[in-house]
C-alpha cells in the first residue's frame, strides 16, 4: 500500500501549527508583575547546565535538569544578645493570641515582644486561634515552649499564664499596627497600661509587604521577635521534614530537588484571578498560569511540585497534565498523622506545614500576593535559599530566570536584610 505525500505534508503542517501555537501561548500568557527587574544577567555553559549569575545572587545547580539554583551560605543573625540591657522589675502584663497562620505569627510576636520590653511588663505565653471557628490551640500544640521562653531569657520576662487574682475580664484591648513604633507605644499603649495596669494586645496590618523602609528602623528585640522566637515543636517538625524527605525520593531525576508553589483555590477565586486590568500588576495566578510559567522558564516535566492546596480539586488538572508529579498534603504526608493534621482543612497545622515546606523547598513560587510569600520570603533569605520565581511577562524571548527572582531577593529591599549579615 502507497503513502499519499499530501497526507504526510498535511500532517507536518498540522504538528507545525500546535508547537507555533504553543509558543505563543508561552509567550504572551501572563500579565506584568509590580517589578520587572531589568536583565543585565549573562549565560555561561557549564556541561548540561547554564550558570547564571547576577550581582553574585544566584547560580545555577551544575548537571541538573532545569534553573535550579545553588543555595547561599546560610545567614547569620546581626543582633548579638550582648545588646539587650537588663530586665526592669515587671510591672504588668501584656496578653495576645497569635491567629490566622505562620505568617501573621512572625509579626504579631515581634510586635509582643516590642511592647512587653517597652513597659517593662511580662509577656504570657499566647494561645493560638486559627480563622475558623472551634480551631484554637495551645501555644505548645505548634510551637516549642522552652526554645521560646530561652530565646527571651534576659530580653522580656515570660510566664505561662496569668495569675489567678487578674480576670480576662479585666484587661484592657489595645490595637497597634504591625511593625509598632517606639512613638506609638508612648502615644497609644503606654497611658492605657499605666491606668489598667494589664493588656491584651492584638495587632491589624496596615501593609502586607516585609520591604525595608526608612521610617521604620529595625533594632535587636525586632529582629529576635521575628526570626529568632518561634521554633516547631518536635511532632510537627517530624511530620515536616518527613513530608520534605518524600518529595526529595520523589525527585530522583531532578537529584532530589522540588518546587513548593503557594496556590489555594479558595483565595484565587476570592481574588478573581482571571484577567487584569491594564497597567495593573496581577496579584494572583492560576494553576494553567503557573504551569505555563515553570515550563517557560524551564523546567522540566518530571519536576516534583508540592502545592499549599488542602486537598485536591479539578481545576488543578491543568498543572498536574504538564507536571505529572504534582501533589498536595494528603499524597505525601505520613497515613498515620492525616488524622490529627488534617483534621478539617485550611487548619493552623496545615499552615504551618504549608509554611515551613516552602521556605525549605529548593524552588518557592508565589501564585498569591500578600504576608504568606513575603515572610516565607524573610524565612528562606536567612536560610541562603534565593530562588524565589515570581511569575510575570517579561518582554522579550532572552530573558532568564533571574528576570523572575523576588524584588526582595533581587533588589535586597526585604526586612531580613536589616537583621541577617
Known sequence: MGIDLRQVVAGILTLTMFVMLGQMIKRDHFDSLQDKLPGEAQDVQVGNANVIEKDGLVKLSKGSKGPWMKDSQELKP?????????????????????????????????????????????????????????????????????????????????????????????????????????????????????SKGNIRLATYFPTVNMRKTTQNSVDSVSCLGMFGTLELQPEVSEVVDSMIERLRTLSRKSDGLFIAVDLRVDVLENKNCHGSVTNVAKSCYNAQEIALFLRKVGFDTDTTIYLTQSKWNNSLSVLKDIFPKTYTKENIMPEEKKGKFLEFEGSELEKVIDFYICSKSDVFVPALSGLFYANVAGKRIALGKPQILVPADIPGTSATVTNYLSPYVAKKNHLAYSCFC
Not at 526592669?88 to 512572625?106: M, W
Not at 505548645?140 to 522552652?146: L, S
Not at 521560646?148 to 480576670?167: A, C, H, R, W, Y
Not at 512613638?183 to 497600661?193: G, L, M, R, S, T
Open 78 to 194: 546581626c543582633w548579638s544578645r550582648t545588646t539587650f540591657d537588663g530586665i526592669e522589675q515587671s510591672r504588668g502584663y501584656v496578653t495576645f493570641s497569635l491567629t490566622n497562620g505562620p505568617e501573621y505569627h512572625v509579626s504579631q510576636m515581634a510586635d509582643a515582644i516590642i511592647v512587653a520590653r517597652y513597659l517593662a511588663a511580662a509577656l504570657v505565653l499566647p494561645d493560638i486561634r486559627g480563622s475558623r471557628p472551634g480551631d484554637e490551640r495551645n501555644f505548645e500544640d505548634i510551637y516549642d515552649v522552652e526554645k521560646f521562653m530561652k530565646s527571651l531569657d534576659g530580653v522580656v520576662k515570660v510566664v505561662k499564664q496569668l495569675p489567678n487574682e487578674i480576670s480576662i475580664r479585666d484587661l484592657a484591648a489595645v490595637k497597634v499596627p504591625n511593625r509598632v513604633t517606639e512613638d506609638h507605644i508612648v502615644e497609644n499603649v503606654q497611658p492605657i497600661f499605666k
